[in-house]
């Protein structure tokens, strides 16, 4: 395919006929409205809110302000031309207390979202759980009916399993797919071990416990909305292309505690339906925890109609020693591991390095690794730069066109080899919050102005645009 209008030389690269390309968001990272219409808190307004967080107390009260603004932002994804658009439903807008009471207006909200989607041509993906958990479930309120504990009860994983009822009965004739959990690591070791997350706890236990309920809540989800007659069912996990530093046996060790963590505690229940074998006697503790019931990994092992893959760049580890005195929390974060940096590329604004054959070789180890891998999408994949509206109006990012160019041919690549993937989605149709390093990090292919919440479609935009069109033409040409 030729790129000559585009506004870089390279070619588009070439995809398989009929793979559909994609934009995604999440609702806390774009939506603000925090307290409108009905909406309770989340576990990421109380972190957001707390001092110290987040970049510059950088909070999603605001955001993209998409909840007022998303009829223009579904008219940018018409003119992009995407098959496919990956957002995720707010939890507490749909239930403020987590359980109980059904907020009508929650509802409206993503009815007149998804009905103008299809009415621009693009399907809707919905993402379940991307992170902001009602506050009620954590902590519960005076009036609260709810426990609280968050992820670390299982109360939690029940709750899940209603919402995700509640939204498939609601929306499920017209929702092409479903996500689950957005990167359950994320919540469960980045939220409840590491701290930088919310809840912002730093326990081992409660880590563990987060991780195994979390997994808990997706199967339950599972039999939900096949119930409820959903159509594809699948979960979002960020899994890693780990190398080690060097072949030194410390450093393979390292890297085999860092493959459990990142990578097993994940695909080896959700795919083989089982924990990964723990060598490790810390590993027991998740295996074989208190909150473990009978039955559970017959669960969390159903089958589903895709794995959703989120990457951005590859990990190298090294072998370091324990920092934690707490045993539990060397298993859920301390592994006696540290990342280390030999890549010689360029590096995007969040620090990372960017290598798009590491996405190959993920996807095609996982295909050699798991006999019953399901189809695979490409959930999010996308770079953070240093975009500015230029005096001519417009956003130069050549260097995030270069990164989607290359890490689509990854994707490619591997289809080539006989991994079945089916689309991709890029991070992000809008610049957003990010999380702990707030307003900082840019990894839109629209740019926002947040004093005035102007949307500035980027080069990399129209890029896009143009390579769907032709992806589009192609898959026309060669489909009888
Ligand atoms: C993923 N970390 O996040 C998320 O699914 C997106 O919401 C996010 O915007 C995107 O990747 C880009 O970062 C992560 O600090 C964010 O470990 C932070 C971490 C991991 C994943």
């Given at each position: 395919m030729s790129n000559a209008s585009g506004p870089t030389a390279r070619p588009f690269p070439e995809l398989p006929a009929g793979f559909r390309l994609g934009a995604a968001t999440a609702a806390y990272q774009i939506e603000?409205?925090?307290?409108?219409?009905?909406r309770g808190p989340s576990i990421w307004d109380t972190f957001s809110h707390?001092?110290?967080?987040t970049l510059g107390g950088a909070t999603g009260d605001t955001a993209c302000d998409h909840y007022h603004r998303y009829r223009e932002d579904i008219g940018l994804l018409r003119e992009l031309g995407v098959d496919d658009y990956r957002f995720s439903i707010a939890w507490p807008r749909l239930l403020p207390e987590g359980t109980?009471?059904?907020?009508a207006k929650g509802l409206d909200f993503y009815d007149r979202l998804i009905d103008e989607l299809l009415a621009a041509g693009v399907a809707p993906t919905v993402t379940l759980?991307?992170?902001?958990?009602?506050?009620a479930l954590e902590t519960p309120s005076d009036s609260g009916s709810a426990a609280g504990g968050g992820w670390r009860v299982r109360e939690t994983a029940e709750a899940f399993a209603e919402y995700a009822a509640l939204a498939a009965e609601r929306f499920g004739d017209r929702v092409e797919r479903w996500i689950t959990l957005n990167e359950p690591y994320c919540s469960a070791f980045v939220g409840h071990a590491e701290g930088r997350h919310a809840p912002g706890a730093e326990e081992g236990r409660g880590a563990l416990a987060a991780a195994h309920h979390l997994l808990v809540a997706h199967g339950l989800a599972v039999r939900a909305l096949r119930a409820a007659g959903a159509r594809e069912i699948g979960i979002t996990l960020n899994l890693d292309r780990l190398h080690a530093a060097t072949d030194g046996p410390e450093d393979q060790a390292a890297l085999r505690r860092a493959e459990v963590l990142h990578n097993e505690v994940w695909t080896e229940p959700l795919l083989s339906g089982r924990y990964p074998a723990h060598e490790d006697e810390t590993w027991a503790g998740l295996a074989a925890g208190p909150w473990r019931l009978p039955g559970d990994l017959e669960l969390i092992g159903a089958p589903l109609d895709f794995l959703g893959v989120n990457f951005y760049r590859p990990v190298t580890v090294t072998a370091a020693p324990h920092r934690a005195a707490d045993p539990e929390l060397r298993t859920a974060v301390d592994i006696g591991v540290t990342e280390v940096d030999p890549y010689g590329t360029r590096h995007t604004t969040m620090g990372w390095p960017v290598v798009p054959e590491a996405l190959t070789e993920l996807l095609c180890g996982l295909h050699a690794r798991?006999?019953?891998?399901p189809p695979i999408w490409i959930t999010e994949n996308g770079s953070a730069e240093t975009d500015t509206v230029a005096p001519d109006g417009r956003v130069h990012d050549t260097a995030r066109i270069d990164y989607l160019t290359d890490h689509l041919a990854a994707v490619s690549a591997a289809v080539t080899a006989g991994v079945d993937v089916r689309g991709y989605y890029v991070w992000s149709l809008l610049d957003n919050f990010e999380w702990a390093r707030g307003y900082g990090q840019r990894f839109g292919i629209v740019h926002v102005d947040y004093d005035t919440l102007t949307r500035t479609p980027k080069d990399s935009y129209h890029w896009y645009r143009g390579l769907i069109t032709a992806h589009h033409a192609r898959t026309e040409e060669t489909t009888p």
């Open positions: 603000g409205a925090h307290d409108q219409d009905g707390t001092p110290g967080r109980g009471p059904v907020n759980y991307h992170w902001d958990l009602p506050q798991h006999p019953r891998l």
